[in-house]
C-alpha cells in the first residue's frame, strides 16, 4: 500500500513512504535529543546520546531521494531548474524557522546567554541571515554561544543540504557508477578517521563556523549524501516485512545509546559513530526502500510522519532555547520539568503541522507556479 505523503517532492515520482515514515521516527529523535542538552554538562552525559545521527540518516535519505527522482531526468532538465525546485521545497521552512526564532528571542534569557544586550537593529540583521541561510561567525552571533544559526539552530544542516544539492547537480550526478563508489569509500574513511581519531570521539559537528565543524559536517554530508545516490543506482528491494517498525525501533535504539568509552577512550564512541553512519543507516535506508507498508495504521502513521518530518525539525529549536532557559532559571530537575518536556514534544508535532497546511504547502505551490516553466 502506497500513500503520497506531503513531504514528498511535489513534481516527480511516487516514492517510498516508509522512508517517509523513519524521517519522521528520526525527527522525533531528535527533539528529545535536544530537550536533554537542558541537563547534560557535556556529550559524554547527554541522555538520547547519539540523537545528533539523525543527521547522518537524513543526508542519505536526501541522496537517494533525490538520486532516484532526479536521476533519469538531465537532459530535459537543467542545473538552473533542478536547483529551483530543491529551493522550492526546502526554503519556506528556513525562513518559517528563522522567523520563529526572531519571535521568541527576548523570551529565551538565561544565564548562558544574555538575550537583553541584543537590539532590535541587531536580532532584525540575524532574521535576514537566518533567512537567506547566510552563517554567522564565531564571535559574531547574536546568542554567543557559536552556532552559525542562533535564531534556529539546526538551519546549519540545510545549508549542507544546500551544498550536497549543488555538488550533485554539477559534480556527483556525473560520476559513473565506479567512481561514485571511490568516492563514497575515500569519504567513508576520511569520516571514520575524524570521528575515531578526531577531537570529540564522535560526528557531533557542523553547526559552527569553526575549523573542525566546517570539516567534519563537510564529511558527514560528502559520505551519506553520496552513499545514498549510490544506492539509489545500485537498488534492487527484497521483501522485507515489517520494515517500517524495524526501522524505527532501530533509530530509536541507536539514539538512545549511552555514550561509550567516556572520556578516556573516545575512539571507542567514535567508532560506534561511524559504524552507525557507514554501515547502519544505508542498511536502514535499504530496508526501509525495500518493504512496504502492510495495513492502514501502518500507511497512516508513515504519511503523517513523513508530513510532519521536516517541518518539525525545522520549528522545534526555538522552543528548546526557551525550555532550556525555563530549566536554568528555574533550576528545575527532569521530572520537574517533564510536564513542560511532554509539551514541547506534542505542541512542535502540531506547529509543524499546522505549518506544512497553512505555510509550506501553499508557498511551495506559489513558488511552483511562480519559479518554473509549466510544460
Known sequence: MRAISSSA?????????????????????????HIFEAYATSHLDQIINHGYLAVDFFFILSGFV????????????????????????????????????????????????????????MLLFATILSALLIPATVGSEIRGVGEMYPLNGPSWSLLFEYIGNILYALFIRKLPTKPLTALVIVAASGLAAFAIWGPYGDIC???????????????????AFSAGLLLSRVFKPINIKGAFWIGAVAIVTISAIPRIGGSENLWLNGLYDTICAVIIFPLLVYIGASGKTENKFTTRVCKFLGDISYPLYMVHYPFIYLYYAWVKNENLTFAQSLPGALALIFGCIALAYVSLKLFDEPVRRYLTKLLLPRK
Open 205 to 223: 559537528v557542523g553547526y559552527s563556523m569553526t575549523g573542525d565543524n566546517i570539516l567534519g559536517g563537510s564529511l558527514r554530508l560528502i559520505f
Open 9 to 33: 517532492f511535489a513534481d516527480t515520482k511516487p516514492h517510498y513512504n516508509i522512508l517517509d515514515g523513519l524521517r519522521g521516527v528520526a525527527a522525533i529523535t531528535v527533539v528529545c535529543f
Open 66 to 121: 533525490v538520486g532516484y527522482a532526479y536521476d533519469d531526468r538531465w537532459g530535459k532538465m537543467g542545473v538552473l531548474e533542478f536547483l529551483k525546485r530543491r529551493f522550492i521545497r526546502l526554503h519556506p521552512m528556513v525562513v518559517l524557522g528563522a522567523v520563529i526564532g526572531a519571535m521568541m528571542f527576548y523570551t529565551q534569557g538565561c544565564s548562558v546567554w544574555d538575550v537583553s544586550k541584543i537590539s532590535i537593529t
